[in-house]
């Protein structure tokens, strides 16, 4: 970005900034001179880069003649005046500092050096290369790590200037009172999806009663994520106090549940695993039935309102208010039902079997695999007892 070659006017504070209470205390370096300013983000945003000029007096002194800064939310502020090429620094979204140091310019009139490193290894020097000899650094309580802004004294240069960080925060933070805009409880982005089918039919051989497992594992990629206007350093781990809808279903029919207590990570993704396992009893001939398994997805875009709770490492506790879409993709529990193929009505003697008897019918794919390779005649025998499924044969017992 250009500046106009004049001199900079001295941005006053920005709207809504941080409170002074969880600020971290830092004495500015430099002289006395100048007309004040603050460049200090609004509640819920930070500093995301800074530019800094400099220039040297007639003695050959080095000093901070211009700063600039740009907070995450793309608001500017600048003090100062700009010289040539500024040194500039771009935080990364985690990113926060761990030390910090400033320097007069020698003769105590103005702002000289700063130099500071990151929780990711960089540095970052502007100003004077080196102090002089008789220079005393003066070190900043760099408190959370998170620069939010400057604050100071300028002119035509930067008289002087003190960092401004946030307190030293607890990592646990939440967001509290969610507020989402109205939506059908009953549809909203559901959609009723098919995980497998299968037909069971009595053996040809007859026999006593016999029974089938129907079961599996599908996995399905769930999601929660909430879009903010707040700096992505308040993003990390994060908790939601309730108010987060799931999907409650029935046979072939679901809807949206608010919930009131529940508490999730405020944004993830990954994959879950939908399971199922029927044992289906067959009686006689009669009793031939399919059976199928499926799921309600559910998918949310919807705008939100909250309060992010942020408390200090002293005791403090803060509350800013925020707002931004939120965006699920939920799963309902597995729906099943077996259904008589003569009428359509429900096999009655149908039970569930615990979730982890579901890896019975996955070992029998492979049973069933060797199965079909083998030669009709020795295989004829074994498969009397066997079910065709879809992608799996199936063990029918006495």
């Not at 008789?134 to 035509?156: A, K, N, R």
Request: hydrophobic share 35%.
């Amino acid at each position: 970005m250009r500046f106009h070659p004049l001199l900079f006017i001295a941005t006053t504070a920005l709207a809504a900034p941080w409170s002074g209470d969880i600020i971290q205390p830092n004495t500015p370096v430099g002289g006395n001179t100048g007309t004040a300013f603050s460049l200090v983000a609004e509640e819920g945003i930070i500093l995301k880069t800074l530019r800094f000029w400099r220039d040297e007096e007639d003695t050959g002194r080095p000093f901070i003649r211009g700063l600039e800064v740009t907070f995450t939310d793309e608001k500017k502020g600048a003090a100062g005046k700009p010289t040539k090429t500024p040194k500039e620094f771009t935080f990364e979204p985690d990113e926060v500092i761990t030390q910090m140091s400033m320097w007069g310019n020698g003769i105590g009139t103005k702002t000289g050096r700063i130099y500071f490193k990151t929780s990711k290894g960089r540095e970052y020097l502007a100003g004077r290369d080196e102090p002089e000899a008789h220079q005393t650094e003066f070190p900043m309580d760099v408190g959370s790590g998170i620069l939010v802004g400057f604050s100071g004294q300028s002119g035509e240069d930067i008289d002087h200037v003190a960092p401004v960080f946030l307190k030293t925060l607890k990592k646990e933070r939440r967001l509290e009172e969610l507020k989402l805009e109205e939506f059908d409880l009953t549809k909203e982005g559901l959609k009723l999806e098919s995980l497998d089918e299968g037909e069971f039919q009595f053996p040809a051989d007859g026999g006593k009663e016999h029974k089938a497992t129907f079961g599996d594992t599908v996995e399905k990629t769930v999601s929660l994520g909430f879009e903010s206007s707040l700096a992505e350093t308040f993003s990390l781990g994060i908790t939601i106090g309730g108010g987060v809808p799931e999907i409650v279903s029935a046979e072939f029919s679901a809807g949206w549940e608010i919930t009131d207590t529940k508490t999730e990570k405020q944004e993830f993704s990954k994959k879950e695993g939908l399971t199922w396992n029927l044992e289906v009893e067959l009686k006689g001939p009669e009793d031939a039935c399919k059976c199928t398994a499926s799921v309600f997805m559910g998918t949310l875009d919807l705008a939100y309102t909250a309060v992010l709770v942020i408390d200090t490492v002293e005791g403090g506790k803060f509350r800013i208010p925020t707002s931004g879409r939120m965006k699920q993709v939920s799963a309902s529990k597995v729906v099943t039902s077996c259904k008589l193929l003569s009428s359509g009505e429900p096999l009655q003697s149908v039970k569930s079997l615990p979730a982890g008897d579901a890896a019975v019918a996955a070992d029998l794919v492979t049973d069933a695999a060797a199965l079909a390779a083998a030669p009709e005649a020795e295989a004829a025998p074994a498969k009397r007892g066997l079910m065709r499924f879809p992608r799996r044969w199936l063990q029918i017992g006495a």
